[in-house]
C-alpha cells in the first residue's frame, strides 16, 4: 500500500508505503524532486488528488482532476517523482465551477492499455434574452403626474444562462510522451432520443427524450478505450438517475441503466469505476443488480459544489 502527503515546501511530498508482511511497518520517504515539464512552475504541481490510479509495475498516479497528476515508482526508493499536467480546460467548466470546487462534475481520468486517458465534460449554455422596459420620453407628454416621478436607482441586470446541450472530448497519452493526444469528440446533438428504463423493468413511452434536455454530468471512465459513462436525470432534484453508456468513437448510445437518486447530488456522484464488474453476472448474483440501483450514493452533506453557479443555469 501507499499514501502520498505533503512536504514542506511546493512540489514536495512524503510517500509513505507499507508492505503485506504481518510485521509489517510504514515506511516514510521525502520525494526530494518532483520532475516538473517545461512552462511550469513548481507551484502548478502543489496538486490535490481525488483519485490514485495504477499504471503498472510500481508506477501510481495520483490525481488532481484540475492540475495534473504526480507519478511515482513506489517500489523504488531511488526513482523521482513526475508530474503530467491536465489538458486544457473547456471554457464554459471554468466559468461554471471555478477551481475551489471539484472538478469531478466534468472531469475523470483512467490507465487502460498503456496510455492515461482524461474524458472532460461541458454543458454549453446560452445567455436567455432580457426583457427591457419601455423608456418614457416627457418630450411627448402634455403633463406628468407625481405618482410617475419617483426616482427609482438602475437595477443591475443579472446575466441568466439556460443549457442547451453538452460535448465531450476524451484525450490520451504514453507514459513517456511530453502532450496529451485528441481521443474523440461527442456533442448531445450526435445522440438524438433515449429512452429511459424504469427500476423493476418496463418502459413508459413519456420517458423517450431527447438527450440533451436531461440535466447531465459526471463522466466516468473504465477499461474500454471508447466507452465513457454519463450520470442523467430529467430535473436535478428527482429521485430516480439512469446510468448511460456512450462510444465516442462511434458516437452511440450504449446501455442505459436505472439507479436510485434518492439524497444523491448528480454533479459530485460517489460510486467509482471497478474491475469486479467484469466478474459479477447480473442474471446470476442479486448483489450485482443491487448494486447497480444503488450506484448514485448520497453527496456529503458539507458538499456546496457549483450549485450556486447553477442557478443561473434554468
Given amino acids: 500500500m501507499a499514501a502520498l502527503s505533503y512536504g514542506a515546501a511546493d512540489g514536495q511530498y512524503n ?31 502543489v496538486i490535490d488528488p481525488t483519485k490514485i490510479i495504477a499504471l503498472g509495475g510500481g508506477l501510481l498516479g495520483w490525481v488532481d482532476l484540475w492540475k495534473g497528476i504526480v507519478i511515482c515508482d513506489v517500489l523504488n526508493p531511488e526513482a523521482k517523482a513526475s508530474f503530467v499536467p491536465m489538458p486544457k480546460l473547456l471554457p464554459n467548466n471554468n466559468e461554471l ?18 496510455y492515461i486517458r482524461c474524458a472532460e465534460f461541458e454543458e454549453l ?11 418614457t420620453d416627457p418630450w411627448d407628454r402634455d403633463e406628468l403626474q407625481d405618482s410617475e416621478l419617483a426616482i427609482c436607482p438602475p437595477q443591475e441586470e443579472e446575466e441568466v444562462y439556460d443549457v442547451v446541450g453538452w460535448r465531450l472530448i476524451t484525450w490520451y497519452r ?4 511530453n502532450g496529451w493526444r485528441k481521443g474523440s469528440m461527442l456533442h448531445s446533438d450526435d445522440l438524438g432520443t ?14 423517450n427524450v431527447s438527450f440533451k434536455n436531461l440535466k447531465t454530468a459526471a463522466p ?83 458538499f456546496h459544489g457549483p450549485e450556486k453557479k447553477r442557478q443561473r443555469l434554468s
Fill in 15 to 45: 510517500l509513505h508505503t507499507i508492505g503485506s508482511g504481518l510485521h509489517s511497518t510504514w515506511s516514510k520517504k521525502l520525494l526530494l524532486q518532483v520532475e516538473i515539464p517545461d512552462g511550469l512552475t513548481a507551484k502548478s504541481a
Fill in 97 to 114: 465551477y471555478g477551481i475551489q470546487y471539484s472538478a469531478r462534475p466534468f472531469r475523470d481520468v483512467t490507465f487502460s492499455n498503456g
Fill in 125 to 135: 449554455v446560452k445567455l436567455r434574452p432580457t426583457i427591457v422596459p419601455v423608456v
Fill in 174 to 177: 504514453g507514459l513517456t510522451w
Fill in 194 to 207: 433515449v429512452s429511459l428504463p424504469q427500476l423493476g423493468g418496463g418502459v413508459c413511452a413519456h420517458l
Fill in 220 to 302: 466516468t471512465l473504465c477499461g474500454d478505450d471508447d466507452v465513457v459513462y454519463l450520470v442523467s436525470m430529467l430535473e436535478e432534484d428527482d429521485q430516480a438517475a439512469w446510468i448511460v453508456t456512450l462510444d465516442t468513437k462511434r458516437k452511440s448510445l450504449g446501455e442505459v441503466i436505472p439507479c436510485s437518486a434518492q439524497g444523491s447530488f448528480i454533479y459530485y456522484p460517489t460510486f467509482v469505476s471497478c474491475v469486479l464488474a467484469k466478474y459479477l453476472d447480473a442474471n446470476k448474483s442479486d448483489g450485482a443488480q443491487v448494486g447497480v440501483q444503488n450506484a448514485c450514493d448520497a453527496a456529503p452533506q458539507n
